[in-house]
């Protein structure tokens, strides 16, 4: 079955100046027990298509099924189905951990005594059985993540949104909330939905991404055959004086890909950067180039959208 069904979605701010085409027509599907990652920049749309697809906001125009309910006849099945934990997180700063998630779970229709019992079968599968009578305001970042997440568990839902999860903490931090949100789905079988700014952590998480850019999805694909299209490194070279006689040699090297003029330096892509340096010096030597600098890059996410939106302006053998 498919949890999420979304159909030519949009979304249009009208602001005092002008209007802004946060989300312009995304299609998509996330089947029952998927973990899903919607990928994308600062301003991409991530944030308004999970506030649309959640009933907090209103679409402009399309559609979308969210747990098999339509979203704007159905509002109130759909949000009764699943946990929404945003960017900020909702908790009380000035409760202990017990009060704020059975509060949490009286406001999702259960008594006091099934309240008690979720916050306690929450707190154990996300540890924070330690935590429990501890005030909200007093907790670290990565503690209040976990509770914000228990917070949006709290009602067992089929389907969970988490907007950048992982924002705001350090590696150690990301490395056990991501432990946590695998175990969302293999142990609890929870289908997730979140967003990121993060290719490692898609990477780390996600069955399946989403890449989003200005509103429209760009990429659909699982992060491995999205890391094959950018495959390889990226050589920096940086040079005083004319890059043209650097730029032709370089072109006729059998290990440069995508190569690409800018301001004082030449970039390129290939297999294994390290082992593609001594070549690359020793090419420019010939081309009698005066080369300041050279160094190496892994892809990151900035390349996986160059690659994907067309290589830039500046691509001169793509
Ligand atoms: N209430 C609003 N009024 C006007 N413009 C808005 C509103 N909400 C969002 N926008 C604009 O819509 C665009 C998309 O914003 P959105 O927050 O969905 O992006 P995002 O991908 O979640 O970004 P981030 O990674 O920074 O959270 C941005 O240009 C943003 O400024």
Not at 4 to 32: C, M, N, P, S, Y
Not at 72 to 86: D, H, L, M, Y
Not at 217 to 229: G, T, V
């Given at each position: 079955?498919?949890?999420?069904?979304a159909?030519?979605?949009?979304?249009?701010?009208?602001?005092?100046?002008g209007?802004?085409?946060a989300?312009?027509?995304?299609?998509?599907?996330?089947?029952?027990?998927?973990?899903v990652?919607f990928?994308?920049p600062?301003?991409?749309?991530?944030?308004?298509?999970?506030?649309?697809?959640?009933?907090?906001?209103?679409?402009?125009?399309?559609?979308?099924?969210?747990?098999?309910?339509?979203l704007?006849?159905?509002?109130?099945?759909?949000?009764?189905?699943?946990?929404?934990?945003?960017?900020?997180?909702?908790?009380?700063?000035?409760?202990?951990?017990?009060t704020?998630l059975?509060?949490?779970?009286?406001?999702y229709?259960?008594s006091p005594?099934?309240?008690?019992?979720?916050?306690?079968?929450?707190c154990?599968?996300?540890?924070?059985?330690?935590?429990?009578?501890r005030?909200?305001?007093?907790?670290?970042?990565?503690?209040?993540?976990?509770?914000?997440?228990?917070?949006?568990?709290v009602?067992?839902?089929?389907?969970i949104?988490?907007?950048?999860?992982?924002?705001?903490?350090d590696?150690?931090?990301?490395?056990?909330?991501?432990?946590?949100?695998?175990?969302l789905?293999?142990?609890?079988?929870?289908t997730?939905?979140l967003?990121?700014?993060?290719?490692?952590?898609?990477?780390?998480?996600?069955?399946?991404v989403?890449i989003?850019?200005?509103?429209?999805?760009?990429?659909?694909d699982?992060?491995?055959?999205?890391?094959?299209?950018?495959?390889?490194?990226?050589?920096?070279?940086?040079?005083?004086?004319?890059?043209?006689?650097?730029?032709e040699?370089?072109k006729?090297?059998?290990?440069?890909?995508?190569?690409?003029?800018e301001?004082?330096?030449?970039?390129?892509?290939?297999?294994?950067?390290?082992?593609?340096?001594?070549?690359?010096v020793r090419?420019?030597?010939q081309?009698?180039a005066?080369?300041?600098a050279?160094h190496?890059?892994?892809?990151?996410?900035?390349d996986?959208?160059?690659?994907?939106?067309?290589?830039?302006?500046?691509?001169?053998?793509?």
């Amino acid at each position: 079955m498919q949890l999420i069904e979304a159909k030519g979605l949009a979304r249009t701010f009208t602001t005092k100046h002008g209007e802004v085409h946060a989300v312009r027509g995304v299609d998509f599907t996330v089947a029952d027990g998927e973990i899903v990652g919607f990928l994308g920049p600062n301003g991409a749309g991530k944030t308004t298509t999970m506030r649309m697809l959640t009933t907090l906001l209103a679409p402009t125009s399309g559609s979308a099924t969210v747990t098999g309910f339509d979203l704007r006849a159905r509002a109130a099945e759909i949000r009764a189905r699943i946990g929404f934990v945003s960017q900020n997180g909702g908790a009380n700063p000035g409760y202990d951990v017990t009060t704020e998630l059975v509060l949490q779970a009286r406001l999702y229709g259960l008594s006091p005594a099934a309240a008690a019992g979720a916050a306690d079968e929450v707190c154990d599968f996300l540890q924070l059985g330690d935590l429990r009578d501890r005030i909200i305001g007093t907790l670290s970042g990565g503690q209040r993540r976990r509770l914000d997440i228990a917070l949006g568990l709290v009602h067992k839902p089929r389907l969970i949104f988490l907007d950048e999860p992982s924002a705001g903490l350090d590696p150690a931090g990301r490395n056990h909330l991501w432990s946590y949100i695998r175990r969302l789905r293999d142990d609890l079988g929870t289908t997730v939905f979140l967003s990121t700014h993060y290719l490692d952590e898609a990477d780390a998480l996600c069955d399946r991404v989403l890449i989003l850019d200005q509103g429209k999805i760009i990429a659909e694909d699982s992060p491995e055959a999205l890391k094959r299209r950018v495959s390889g490194d990226a050589v920096t070279v940086e040079i005083d004086g004319d890059l043209g006689p650097a730029l032709e040699r370089l072109k006729a090297q059998p290990f440069v890909r995508d190569l690409v003029e800018e301001e004082r330096r030449l970039r390129f892509r290939t297999d294994v950067g390290e082992r593609a340096i001594m070549a690359t010096v020793r090419a420019l030597d010939q081309s009698g180039a005066d080369v300041t600098a050279i160094h190496v890059d892994r892809p990151t996410l900035d390349d996986v959208f160059l690659t994907l939106t067309g290589a830039g302006d500046g691509a001169v053998n793509a």
